[in-house]
């Protein structure tokens, strides 16, 4: 599976953003994807979820300003990022998860990874 995640930027506190991932190489809706992001010099941590069912996860730092959604025709997953704070800036990575079961919030569950997004919020 290849991930190529975009749609990362500059935006000001309070602004939005939409984050993109296409996958290729697997059917998409037989994975569950995810979102997570990595702060300079903090580790990486989870944001965002969705599983091959209509089950999603957000961390409760997102919760209400993220919505993650996937469209399998186009074999894309999305994360529409609202409210936004200088505490979100990060590198955004999507990540792929081929098990049917496991805990998608976990980072060693996934084991496809894109190359990372960067978003910054300016105060």
């Known amino acids: 599976v290849q991930l190529q995640a975009y749609g990362g930027g500059l935006v000001q506190a309070g602004g939005s953003l939409r984050l993109s991932c296409a996958a290729t190489?697997?059917?998409?809706?037989?994975?569950?994807m995810g979102w997570f992001r990595q702060a300079p010099g903090k580790e990486r941590e989870f944001v965002a979820a969705h599983r091959r069912t209509t089950t999603t996860y957000y961390a409760d730092s997102v919760k209400g300003r993220f919505t993650i959604s996937r469209d399998n025709a186009k074999n894309t997953v999305y994360v529409q990022m609202n409210s936004l704070k200088p505490e979100d800036t990060a590198v955004y990575y999507c990540?792929?998860?081929?098990?049917?079961?496991?805990?998608?919030?976990?980072?060693?569950?996934?084991?496809?990874w894109g190359q990372g997004t960067q978003v910054t919020v300016s105060s």
């Open positions: 990540a792929a998860d081929p098990a049917p079961w496991g805990d998608s919030r976990r980072a060693d569950e996934y084991d496809y």
């Open positions: 190489g697997r059917t998409f809706g037989s994975l569950s």
